[in-house]
C-alpha cells in the first residue's frame, strides 16, 4: 500500500490554464504540506496543513491553493499556470508538526507549463 | 534558521564506509538533527535523525559531537542502491518544519 500517492504523476498544460493536483495519505497522520522542487533541485515548503489550520510560505503566489477535505487529503490548486511554475510538486505528511515527527513524502508530481 | 553546509557530490566504490558531514555552525539549543535521502524521481526518504552523540539504526548511523556544530552520516559498506541525494536538516520542534531548509543535498555515487 502507497502511504503517500499523489495525482497525477506528469502534469503538461498551457500557460494561463488552471491544474489540480491531488495528494492522499494513508498513515493516520495529522499533518500534510506541499514541497516544489525546482530545476536546481531545491526542496522548498510551500503549505502546511495541521488540523484545519493551514500555514502559508509568504513567498507562495496567491494563485496556489491548497484545499484540505479531510485529513487525509491535501490537494493543490493553481490558477493561471506561469512558466516558472515548472518543477517537482511533492506532498508529505507526518505525524503531527514537529522535527522529530518524519516527513513522509509522495513520489512527486512532474509539472511542465509550456 | 540554522544554516547547514555539506559537500555537492561523493564518490565512493561499492563495499566502503561512507560519512558525509553536514555543518551547521548556529545550530540552536532545541535543534534535531535530521537525514533524509532521495533517490531519482521519488519523494526524500527519512534516514535518522539525533540530537547528540551516536544514533544508529538499520539503516546508517550519526555522529554528533558535543558542541552539535556538524554532523556526520555514516554509510556502512555502501551498494549501487545507495546512490542518491543526502539532506541534512536542522530543526526544532517549535518551528515545525516551515523553518526548516533542505537546502542543496550531497549527491552520492556508489561506483561499482
Known amino acids: 500500500d502507497t502511504a503517500v500517492s499523489q495525482t497525477p504523476k506528469y502534469l503538461v498544460t498551457q500557460m494561463g490554464n488552471d491544474k489540480s493536483i491531488k495528494c492522499e495519505q494513508n498513515l493516520g497522520h495529522d499533518t500534510m504540506y506541499w514541497y516544489k522542487q525546482d530545476s536546481k533541485k531545491f526542496l522548498k515548503i510551500m503549505f502546511s496543513y495541521n488540523n484545519k489550520e493551514l500555514i502559508i510560505n509568504e513567498t507562495v503566489p496567491n494563485r496556489f491553493s491548497p484545499k484540505s477535505p479531510d485529513k487525509a487529503h491535501l490537494n493543490l490548486h493553481i490558477n493561471s499556470l506561469e512558466l516558472g511554475d515548472s518543477a517537482v510538486y511533492f506532498c508529505a505528511s507526518s505525524q503531527d508538526e514537529q522535527i522529530r515527527s518524519p516527513l513522509h513524502f509522495g513520489n512527486g508530481t512532474r509539472l511542465t507549463v509550456t | 534558521l540554522a544554516k547547514t553546509t555539506q559537500p555537492i557530490s561523493m564518490d565512493s566504490y561499492e563495499g566502503q564506509e561512507v560519512n558525509i558531514t553536514c555543518s551547521h555552525n548556529?545550530?540552536?539549543?532545541?535543534?534535531?538533527i535530521t537525514w533524509y535521502q532521495q533517490f531519482p524521481s521519488q519523494g526524500p526518504r527519512f534516514i535518522i535523525q539525533g540530537y547528540k552523540t551516536k544514533v544508529t539504526n538499520e539503516v546508517a548511523s550519526l555522529f554528533i559531537p558535543a558542541d552539535r556544530k556538524s554532523s556526520t552520516l555514516s554509510l556502512p559498506r555502501v551498494s549501487l542502491s545507495d546512490t542518491a541525494v543526502y539532506y541534512c536538516?536542522?530543526?526544532?520542534?517549535?518551528?515545525?518544519?516551515?523553518?526548516?531548509?533542505f537546502g542543496t543535498g550531497t549527491k552520492l555515487q556508489v561506483i561499482p
Open positions: 536538516l536542522v530543526g526544532a520542534d517549535s518551528g515545525g518544519y516551515q523553518k526548516v531548509t
Open positions: 548556529n545550530i540552536a539549543t532545541n535543534d534535531y
